[in-house]
């Protein structure tokens, strides 16, 4: 990366914003594009899952009421698609526990409307840090799981290699004093007995 790459403005986070009514969806658009983030909607579960399809949102406020597919059938379909998706749920005051259903099936948090701006701006703030600890998280136990098979394999093949050079040297030393006890150390460190060692040793002799 040149150092003109790095001083070029990161991409905004995306927020997909999901409720049947446009009034809602607009002014939940017009305050988060206030607060700098890049905003989509959807009307309804379908489009939403088409836009999650598409890799766009990082995090989703979703509404519980909607029709033909309802926001606790949408979590579990969008987390499907997107499993790093932080997702925030709008309900209405009677629905705490479907609210709470929401969250065992992924949902980050969950916001009571009218929504208070404020609480809003708090709560999507933190699901997206928790969003990137995970994806941060993740991508750290993948390399290191990469490093592990690496130096494993390397481990193996030097392992290997220095295994046949002291079998070769024990096959050529026949009448060498200590060879006994060479066999009982290698044959340790390669978690053989002595008895098989001789035998390898005697099947790579011509």
Known sequence: MSSSDALLPSEPTTILVVDDEEGIRQALERFLTRLGYRVITAGDAAEALAQVAQGGPQAMLCDIRMPNMTGIE????????????????????DEPRTAIECLKLGAFDYLIK?????????????????????????????????????????????????????????????????????????????????????????????
């Open 74 to 93: 949408l979590v579990p379909k969008a987390l499907a698609q997107d499993a790093d998706l932080a997702i925030l749920m709008l309900t209405a005051i």
């Open 114 to 206: 009218p929504v208070d701006l404020e609480e809003l701006e708090v709560s999507l703030q933190s699901s997206l840090r928790r969003r990137q600890l995970e994806v941060d998280r993740r991508g750290l136990e993948q390399w290191l799981a990469r490093e592990v098979a690496v130096r494993t394999r390397e481990l193996e093949e030097r392992t290997a290699a220095i295994a046949a050079v002291a079998l070769d040297a024990l096959a050529a030393a026949r009448e060498w004093s200590g060879a006994e006890a060479a066999f009982e150390r290698l044959a340790k460190e390669l978690g053989m007995t002595p008895e098989e060692l001789k035998r390898e040793v005697r099947s790579q002799q011509p």
